[in-house]
């Protein structure tokens, strides 16, 4: 069993910035897949970023210039660093865990309880 924590979410401007950061149960960065998932008001749980355990990152369309994601093994923590955030990046922000990638989609085995981001304009 695998147990994430998020946090860092917050009420920020629009053309700010916030890192959030998940905290792993356990060191799983060498054998699985992480990522950031979304969900905005009366919308469906969309894919952010995910990173595979060898390294590559993938971005959703549009969010590359703005959005980083990256980890501290270490510290068994994962980041997402956003910057000239929108009104349209206000949602609930997901931390998930291992499953796979298929066609551009990811399925996590584990999920984080998500925490809030809300841009203001």
């Known amino acids: 069993q695998v147990q994430l924590m998020e946090s860092g979410g917050g009420l920020v401007q629009a053309g700010g910035s916030l890192k959030l950061s998940c905290v792993v149960s356990r060191n799983i960065f060498s054998t699985c897949r992480m990522g950031w998932f979304r969900q905005a008001p009366g919308k469906e749980r969309e894919l952010v970023s995910t990173?595979?355990?060898?390294?590559?990152?993938r971005y959703a369309d549009g969010l590359r210039a703005r959005f980083t994601l990256s980890q501290e093994k270490p510290k068994n923590t994962l980041y997402l660093q956003m910057s000239n955030l929108t009104t349209e990046d206000t949602a609930i922000y997901y931390c998930?865990?291992?499953?796979?990638?298929?066609?551009?989609?990811?399925?996590?085995?584990?999920w984080g309880q998500g925490t809030q981001v809300t841009v203001s304009s």
């Open positions: 998930a865990a291992c499953g796979y990638y298929s066609n551009g989609h990811y399925y996590p085995d584990y």
């Open positions: 990173i595979s355990a060898d390294g590559p990152i």
